[in-house]
């Protein structure tokens, strides 16, 4: 599905067009542009977007043009934008049991559903998996209007836009916890309290955890290690003030800053046939050290956790729908304003972030 861009002054929508934000040059920066509206095609489906998510490791490194997103530069013109909610809006031909005026969120990972991965359920990691706003071939959702396979799509009832986006994150943490050998009563601690960082506390409460420790850095003293404690950390502590790791070691520790001294204190204080859950990503060139025999020695495991599962999105939409979700939700912006809303990310400020086309 290919979006045809024109480079006109934007105006009040028409019928047969829309305002999008469009990355164009390889160079810092989007710029909005009127385009035509997608058309949904055989077993596709039209979503009006509320809301639509600003990742600090995708939509974001991209509008910087960090150069771990500089491979997308020979396929710009692109429109963004991978973690969103909204309305159905239009079916196309062979769309069962999804119906115009639904809310709904969006799974961006779609797999090729013929390999081992995709039958077992792990679409995730499907060799030839595309991503709906990452994938050049797929448009996203910095726009008013968004076309997607209707499998992608997940009611939300009476939940908001706004946690609607949150729950792709919430969804990840989920799938951490089901691969897990994770059980009710076990201690967690969490490194880096970002939207996955605050999804995998929000998923351990809801899981029946005894004790969460989330470990952040200085620049969370202020906003996001109080946010932990709202949503239910026992203990939400700055990494400077652990110079010999925690006090006691827990039974999973769930690494979601993708930063090499978090996994270090990880490795340090998961206890004897204890588990390390794997969801941070590490941007950039550098290597991770990690002293494997030490590790080995103690019996401590290490699963690594990349996108949801179908299991995942249904628990996560449950728990939302019981959890105030609020504290990790916003600031939002207009979609006209999306200037300041990723001047506001760079800015650490809140944990989810969106704009509202």
């Known amino acids: 599905m290919i979006v045809v861009r024109v480079t006109t002054d934007v105006t009040q929508n028409a019928t047969d067009r829309m305002t999008a934000l469009l990355k164009t040059t390889p160079e ?3 710029r909005l542009e009127s385009i035509p509206v997608p058309e949904p095609g055989p077993g596709e489906v039209r979503i009006r977007v509320e809301s639509v998510g600003i990742d600090r490791g995708a939509e974001a490194l991209i509008y910087d043009w960090h150069e771990s997103k500089r ?9 963004f934008g991978h973690e969103f909610a909204g309305t159905i809006d239009a079916t196309g031909p062979d769309v069962d049991g999804i119906a115009t005026g639904e809310r709904v969120a969006v799974e961006p990972v779609v797999g090729c559903g ?25 448009d996203g959702a910095l726009a008013e209007y968004a076309v997607v396979p209707a499998e992608t799509v997940y009611p939300i009832g009476s939940l908001s836009a706004d946690e609607g986006v949150f729950l792709e994150l919430l969804g990840l943490a989920v799938h951490g916890i089901e691969r897990s050998g994770f059980e009710p009563g076990d201690s967690v601690a969490i490194t880096g309290p970002g939207a996955v960082g605050i999804g995998a506390l929000v998923a351990a409460v809801a899981g029946g955890a005894s004790s969460i420790t989330v470990v952040g850095a200085d620049a969370d003293r202020e906003d996001r290690l109080p946010l932990a404690r709202e949503l239910g950390a026992t203990r939400a502590v700055a990494s400077e003030e652990l110079t010999d790791g925690l006090d006691e070691a827990v039974d999973v520790f769930i690494e979601a800053a993708g930063h090499p001294d978090a996994f270090s204190l990880a490795s340090s204080s ?24 030490r590790l080995v020695r ?13 299991s995942s999105w249904r628990r996560a939409i449950a728990i939302a729908a019981d959890t105030d979700l609020s504290p990790a939700l916003g600031p939002s912006f207009p979609l006209a304003d999306y200037a300041d809303a990723f001047e506001a990310t760079r800015r650490r400020e809140g944990i989810k972030i969106t704009l509202h086309p």
């Open 270 to 293: 998961t206890r004897r046939d204890g588990e390390i859950v794997q969801i941070g990503i590490f941007h950039g060139a550098e290597t991770v050290p990690v002293d494997l025999t």
């Open 114 to 138: 013929r390999c081992r991965c995709c039958r077992s359920g792990s679409f995730s990691i499907c060799p030839d998996r595309r991503i709906v706003g990452l994938d050049p071939a797929l």
């Open 28 to 30: 810092p920066g989007m």
């Open 298 to 310: 103690r019996g401590v495991s290490i699963t690594t956790v990349y996108g949801r599962r179908d």
């Open 71 to 79: 491979h997308y530069a020979d396929e710009l013109p692109q429109l």
